[in-house]
């Protein structure tokens, strides 16, 4: 599975925007991008998937770049309880398998 | 939908004696089941991946005679960890795919083993 690579930790203010970017410049045509949240001492949860349209759900959007090297999770309007580490994952079509690497630990500032 | 639950929450046990961990999937069938070890501070390791009613397929790394997993029906998998020690000590989590949906993974809230 392609690696990808997150920054080790932002900051966002509340009720703004967070934009956590990925990249993945090795991610070849089958493999899709997937981003999951884990808040401290907790089971990571599901956020959104995405192959190369861009993607919008309930708790967030993914958008991926044309070439499908990057790609930006916004949380439209960021609350306390979105802090967390955000981990972007690619994942092989057929390939079950999560590789989590280190991601981002996002803290919202009241 | 697609509650997973892990129990026990958290457990104590002696270094040398055998600690089980049971992982359900509440309200759906789960065609996989997979198994993660979390220390504190690192990120999510996986160890392995069990299908109903097949052996387990371990990750490099992992010894599986130290590490038994029996996933028994569709809704259950079980951890062991055997003659634990104290560097068995870990946040360890599993998940489950969907039948018929196996892309997402639905992840319980981790059991803390503390072996002392």
């Known amino acids: 599975d392609a690696k990808t690579t997150q920054p080790p930790s932002m900051d966002c203010a509340e009720g703004r925007a967070a934009n956590l970017p990925c990249n993945h410049s090795?991610?070849?045509?089958?493999?899709?991008v997937y981003w999951y949240r884990q808040i401290h001492s907790q089971g990571p949860q599901y956020i959104i998937h995405?192959?190369?349209n861009n993607e919008t759900n309930e708790m967030a959007s993914l958008i991926i770049t044309e070439d499908r090297k990057s790609s930006t999770l916004i949380l439209p309007h960021a609350t306390l309880r979105d802090t967390a580490v955000y981990y972007c994952?690619?994942?092989?079509?057929?390939?079950?398998?999560?590789?989590f690497g280190t991601g981002t630990r996002l803290t919202i500032i009241p | 939908g697609a509650v997973v639950s892990q129990h026990p929450s958290w457990v104590i046990c002696k270094s040398g004696t055998s600690v089980k961990i049971e992982c359900r999937s509440l309200d759906f069938q789960a065609t996989t089941m997979f198994w993660y070890r979390q220390f504190p501070k690192q990120s999510l390791m996986l160890m392995a991946t069990?299908?109903?009613?097949?052996?387990?397929?371990?990750e490099q790394g992992v010894e599986k005679d130290k590490f038994l997993i029996n996933h028994a029906s569709l809704t259950l998998s079980t951890l062991t960890v055997t003659s634990a020690h104290p560097e068995d000590s870990s946040f360890y989590i599993c998940?489950?795919?969907?039948?018929?949906?196996?892309?997402?993974?639905?992840f319980g809230p981790g059991t803390r083993l503390t072996v002392t």
């Open positions: 994952i690619v994942v092989n079509f057929g390939n079950e398998k999560l590789t």
């Open positions: 995405g192959l190369k």
């Open positions: 069990s299908n109903e009613g097949s052996k387990a397929t371990y």
């Open positions: 090795t991610i070849s045509g089958n493999e899709y």
């Open positions: 998940s489950a795919t969907r039948l018929a949906e196996t892309r997402e993974q639905y």
